[in-house]
């Protein structure tokens, strides 16, 4: 995938995330039980190393009063390819490196990314406890071709590990190949944080937050490049 191209994609998908409602927007992803099995590639498949310097999640969360952005750090991973199709792989998400983008210090962003991660223990397990799971995981478990879609060359199936909770997320995405270089992007979609146990201000888990609570979907774009 050209630079352009991949650009215009990362744009799509951030001007879906952020729109003009409070609410994140995006695509549902499908959601379910983890498969508990990765998808197995050819023994001659094209084995691609992920960046773990130019990959990374972009995420936003809601509440009533406005919504907030950032960034997640991918660490690791590996991308099985077998002619121009994604056969398999994993990455691992650091998420001790959230960051919150649409804040300054003075407004209170380094408050904000210590309680996202829980770093007191007042707050350890409010939303993601890094302290106690410093690492998030996808595996690839089913890829799909998709044609005719001008947003998508697959339909990602895998197993989600967050606070040590695995479920299975099923997504699109963008895949282009140059030469020995991978890139993909998706398309804004959402999850529900309390499937993996991040239940802070829920509305569908605490029945007395009135107007105090935090949207319980959580939009993303995952960017990858890989390397051979």
């Known amino acids: 995938m050209n630079y352009l191209l991949k650009i215009t994609f990362l744009f799509l998908g951030l001007g879906l995330v952020v729109s003009c409602s409070n609410k994140p927007a995006g695509a549902d992803a499908k959601t379910g039980d983890a498969v508990g099995k990765a998808a197995q590639a050819a023994a001659d498949a094209k084995v691609y190393k992920v960046s773990n310097t130019t990959s990374q999640v972009l995420w936003t969360g809601s509440k009533p009063t406005g919504q907030h952005t950032g960034t997640i750090g991918i660490s690791n991973g590996s991308l099985s390819v077998e002619g121009n199709k994604i056969t398999g792989g994993n990455f691992d998400l650091d998420m001790t490196s959230i960051t919150v983008t649409d804040l300054k ?6 408050d904000l990314e210590g309680h996202l991660k829980g ?4 707050n350890a397990d409010h939303f993601f406890n890094t302290r106690k799971f410093p690492t998030g995981k996808f595996v690839i478990t089913n890829v799909e071709a998709v044609s005719g879609n001008p ?8 197993d989600l590990t967050l606070k040590g909770i695995s479920k299975s997320v099923t997504f699109d995405a963008s895949v282009g190949m140059a030469g020995n270089k991978l890139s993909a992007v998706t398309p804004a979609f959402k999850i529900n944080r309390t499937e993996w146990g991040v239940n802070y201000k829920s509305k569908s888990v605490f029945d007395d937050l009135k107007d105090k609570f935090v949207d319980d979907d959580i939009a993303l774009v995952i960017n990858i490049d890989a390397n051979m």
Do not use: M, P
């Not at 210090?105 to 380094?110: R, V």
């Open 105 to 110: 210090a003075e407004d209170g962003k380094g």
């Open 119 to 122: 770093l007191k223990d007042d």
């Open 151 to 158: 947003s998508a060359t697959h339909k990602i199936t895998g």
